[in-house]
């Protein structure tokens, strides 16, 4: 199992910034990708962000641009630079990690993030 606990969701002011942490703790495989998704009410869950413990990085469109996630792979865990933020981003932002041995999948609880006009 793999537990994953995010932090620095909030309230912010269109064009704020915020970041995201998400420090994961228990069976750790090297061999991961990290990443950070997201639902609005009424919406399905779309991926913001991901990066591969080899540190290369996929984004999705609507976040390109703003977003930067990045990782640390001593204290395992994954960061996001929310920039240039928009109402649009409200949601709630869920860590995620994918082990790539065996395709398991985990996510975290979620942090909600507004951002107001």
């Known amino acids: 199992q793999v537990q994953l606990v995010e932090s620095g969701g909030g309230l912010v002011q269109a064009g704020g910034s915020l970041r995201l942490s998400c420090a994961a703790s228990?069976?750790?495989?090297?061999?991961?990708?990290m990443g950070w998704y997201r639902q609005a009410p009424g919406k399905q869950r779309e991926m913001v962000a991901q990066i591969n413990s080899d540190g290369s990085t996929n984004y999705g469109d609507l976040v390109k641009g703003r977003f930067t996630i990045s990782r640390d792979n001593a204290e395992n865990t994954v960061f996001l630079q929310m920039n240039s933020l928009k109402p649009e981003d409200t949601a709630v932002y869920y860590c995620n990690y994918l082990k790539l041995a065996n395709g398991a999948r985990y996510w975290g609880h979620g942090t909600q993030v507004t951002v107001s006009s």
């Open positions: 228990g069976f750790i495989s090297s061999i991961n990708i």
